[in-house]
């Protein structure tokens, strides 16, 4: 059972390689693999409570670069990833500098490089490496005032090894404007068990945001794990419940969010492109009190490959330029 789990790391979504990795895997990974990860001990995690910065400047207008990236941090012998880990995490975490909050999935056992070479002022605290830590951490060049983890109270198969979850950071982009941002990683695989699972933690997530950021203005990103095309997948409700617009469907898809598709087959996630779902979604929801506008959606090839060309991880980060403005406000 250990070793079938362990294959399913490898391998979370519909694209799975062949059988000689897999016997390599279950030969040296049971037990190396990780006992990489059990040597980090979790830490004990710091809620942030209303550390508002009184000193922030007044604005009422604003532009943010921001990025979500699954960074493919499990252990060296449990990745995907085809390159060296702590380097590529470490050349990962140099080259989002420029975006002004960043949202990571997988940063499990290669944090204190990805933090080696950032310099965003504001960092979540990593909680760990495999099993301990659930893989999310948040960048900002804005004050975290508030933060929390939770996890899926659902899970299946490898998933349950890691308290995989959402986290919420409440961020201050002026003195008087908050915003509220999630990141996300939902379960993985497609089997009937997963899909129940992943359909519980978009429920789980939908109350949350529904009891802690009720009327806020909101920011999603992450790798949801679910597509609109697949037929079982309830990301479609989930968008539509919570008031959120996807910004690959405004800006990249003329609007139109896609229908169910029978036989579903989704894109590698390496092949992922500005003209197809992918399953690492940035959302955004307006409040009454402030706008956004969404400028500019992309999805990231050369920035993360390293001199040879290869993908510093085995997802592509997607980004967006994102405009906000205080309602009533005139340009």
């Given at each position: 059972?250990?070793?079938?789990?362990?294959?399913?790391?490898?391998?979370?979504?519909r694209?799975?390689?062949?059988?000689?990795?897999?016997?390599?895997?279950?030969?040296?990974?049971?037990?190396?693999?990780?006992?990489?990860g059990?040597?980090?001990?979790?830490?004990k995690?710091?809620?942030?409570?209303?550390?508002?910065d009184?000193?922030?400047?007044?604005?009422?207008?604003?532009?943010?670069?921001?990025?979500?990236?699954?960074?493919?941090?499990?252990?060296?012998?449990?990745?995907?990833?085809?390159?060296?880990?702590?380097?590529?995490i470490?050349?990962?975490?140099?080259?989002?500098?420029?975006?002004?909050?960043?949202?990571?999935?997988?940063?499990?056992?290669?944090?204190?490089?990805?933090?080696?070479?950032?310099?965003?002022?504001?960092?979540?605290?990593?909680?760990?490496?495999?099993?301990?830590?659930?893989?999310?951490?948040?960048?900002?060049?804005?004050?975290?005032?508030?933060?929390?983890?939770?996890?899926?109270?659902?899970?299946?198969?490898?998933?349950?090894?890691?308290?995989?979850?959402?986290?919420?950071?409440?961020?201050?982009?002026?003195?008087?404007?908050?915003?509220?941002?999630?990141?996300?990683?939902?379960?993985?695989?497609?089997?009937?068990?997963?899909?129940v699972?992943?359909?519980k933690?978009?429920?789980?997530?939908?109350?949350?945001?529904?009891e802690?950021?009720?009327?806020?203005?909101l920011?999603?990103?992450?790798?949801?794990?679910?597509?609109?095309?697949?037929?079982?997948?309830?990301?479609?409700?989930?968008?539509?419940?919570?008031g959120?617009?996807?910004?690959?469907?405004a800006?990249?898809?003329?609007?139109?969010?896609?229908?169910?598709?029978?036989?579903?087959?989704?894109?590698?996630?390496?092949?992922?492109?500005?003209?197809?779902?992918g399953?690492?979604?940035?959302?955004?929801?307006n409040?009454?009190?402030?706008?956004?506008?969404?400028?500019?959606?992309?999805?990231?090839?050369e920035?993360?490959?390293?001199?040879?060309?290869?993908?510093?991880?085995?997802?592509?980060?997607?980004?967006?330029?994102?405009?906000?403005i205080l309602?009533?406000?005139?340009?």
């Amino acid at each position: 059972m250990l070793n079938s789990m362990l294959l399913d790391l490898l391998f979370e979504k519909r694209f799975r390689s062949g059988g000689v990795r897999k016997i390599v895997i279950l030969a040296v990974c049971a037990f190396g693999g990780l006992t990489l990860g059990f040597k980090l001990k979790p830490r004990k995690q710091l809620k942030l409570m209303n550390m508002v910065d009184a000193e922030m400047p007044e604005k009422s207008q604003g532009s943010l670069r921001l990025l979500t990236y699954n960074i493919a941090g499990l252990p060296e012998l449990l990745s995907s990833a085809v390159t060296e880990r702590s380097s590529s995490i470490a050349v990962i975490g140099e080259r989002i500098n420029p975006f002004d909050i960043v949202n990571v999935q997988e940063d499990f056992n290669y944090n204190k490089f990805l933090y080696s070479k950032n310099t965003h002022a504001y960092r979540t605290e990593n909680m760990g490496g495999v099993p301990f830590g659930d893989g999310l951490s948040t960048l900002s060049k804005y004050p975290i005032v508030d933060f929390e983890r939770v996890s899926w109270s659902a899970c299946h198969g490898t998933d349950c090894l890691t308290p995989k979850g959402f986290t919420f950071a409440r961020i201050q982009l002026a003195k008087s404007v908050f915003v509220d941002v999630y990141n996300v990683h939902a379960t993985a695989q497609d089997d009937f068990e997963a899909t129940v699972a992943r359909r519980k933690n978009l429920d789980q997530l939908k109350a949350y945001i529904r009891e802690h950021s009720a009327g806020r203005p909101l920011l999603l990103m992450g790798d949801f794990n679910a597509h609109y095309s697949f037929a079982l997948d309830n990301v479609t409700s989930f968008r539509q419940e919570l008031g959120l617009t996807d910004a690959w469907v405004a800006l990249k898809n003329q609007g139109r969010v896609p229908e169910n598709q029978a036989n579903f087959v989704a894109q590698a996630a390496l092949e992922l492109t500005d003209t197809c779902e992918g399953i690492d979604k940035i959302y955004y929801r307006n409040s009454s009190q402030l706008i956004f506008k969404a400028n500019d959606y992309k999805v990231h090839k050369e920035l993360f490959r390293n001199s040879a060309g290869q993908d510093l991880s085995d997802h592509c980060a997607v980004s967006l330029q994102l405009d906000w403005i205080l309602a009533g406000t005139s340009n």
